[in-house]
């Protein structure tokens, strides 16, 4: 990651990166890069389901989604937002069925029924139709995708096996809780009721008890603070300080304490599901942090303030 950081161009970290099958030239996009990541890490899940036992392959399944909704994510924001499509193709990643074109066209066309005709999954388009309509800015529907999902998520780790159900359950429950706490200290920035936060919350509650709802409904930044810090996820900070209540301090905390999670799953059985979700899970903030160099290069912003925002290079 220093390599990385300190490397005197874009296109050296992409030679870096992909061994010389992409080659980058100043002024090119960055999302070519980023899908070609991307993709590798897709490639990977795919690899692993082919892997694993047959009741644990719909789980691991689920990770490649991920990226496939961030994509639909950014397509209806772009709308809801009225964002020009060649601003808007700049922050999102073509993933699967969305290619460049696709999501260009979508985006260009300004109509919300378009993108739902176009998901596969008939349980998400239902769930997601009434309130795309009903939220015109898009917050609502950008927040049912998340909670479908993750919700789908947390349900496809009852495994049969009682090892699996464990392992998966723990690094995904934690995951989860991490999100809730995160949307929490935005909803105080953007100063919501109780009532509204709660309705952006992912309905699951794995470690968190009657601190969820204290979470959302407290007043204040400094009331959050004084919840949290009650809960199992106050350990995330004895490193860093919570006194300022940054949305997105908080939010790398908990994920660098999720991060460790997943890398101390290695040193118990390796005969779980455990194992591959952890590495997925690393595969992921693998990938925030070298998109957070390659923009930070393509941006000129300084190696130190890149190094400081990465989730893994501080473990």
């Not at 696709?102 to 009434?130: S, T």
């Not at 429950?173 to 309705?199: H, M, P």
């Amino acid at each position: 990651m220093d390599r990385l950081a300190e490397s005197s161009s874009v296109s050296e970290i992409v030679g870096i990166l992909t061994n010389g099958e992409l080659t980058f030239a100043e002024g090119s996009d960055l999302n070519l890069i980023e899908a070609f990541l991307v993709q590798r890490v897709i490639d990977l899940t795919d690899r692993l389901v082919a892997y694993a036992p047959h009741d644990s392959r719909s789980l691991i399944g689920l990770f490649s989604m991920e990226y496939e909704l961030k994509c639909l994510k950014e397509i209806i924001r772009s709308i809801a937002d009225e964002i020009q499509p060649e601003d808007a193709l700049r922050h999102l990643v073509p993933v699967g069925k969305f290619t460049h074109e696709r999501c260009k066209e979508l985006i260009e066309g300004r109509n919300p029924n378009r993108v739902i005709e176009l998901i596969d999954d008939q349980a998400l388009r239902g769930f997601l139709a009434p309130k795309l309509t009903a939220a015109r800015s898009g917050t609502g529907a950008l927040s049912a995708i998340d909670q479908y999902y993750y919700r789908r998520l947390w349900n496809a780790s009852n495994l049969p096996d009682p090892l699996d159900s464990q392992s998966a359950k723990a690094l995904i429950g934690e995951l989860i809780d991490n999100l809730n706490i995160t949307l929490c200290f935005r909803a105080r920035v953007l100063k919501l009721d109780a009532k509204s936060t709660l309705d952006l919350l992912i309905p699951v509650n794995y470690a968190l008890g009657h601190s969820l709802a204290e979470l959302a409904e407290s007043t204040s930044i400094q009331n959050l603070i004084r919840v949290l810090e009650k809960t199992h996820y106050a350990k995330s900070f004895e490193t860093s300080s919570l006194s300022e209540g940054n949305a997105a301090a908080v939010e790398l905390a908990l994920y660098r304490n999720h991060a460790i999670a997943c890398i101390n799953t290695f040193a118990g059985s390796p005969f779980n599901i455990g194992l591959a979700l952890a590495l997925l899970f690393l595969k992921k903030y693998e990938l925030h942090d070298l998109f957070s160099i390659i923009n930070g290069k393509a941006n000129n912003a300084p190696a130190e303030r890149t190094l400081a925002s990465l989730i893994l290079r501080v473990l």
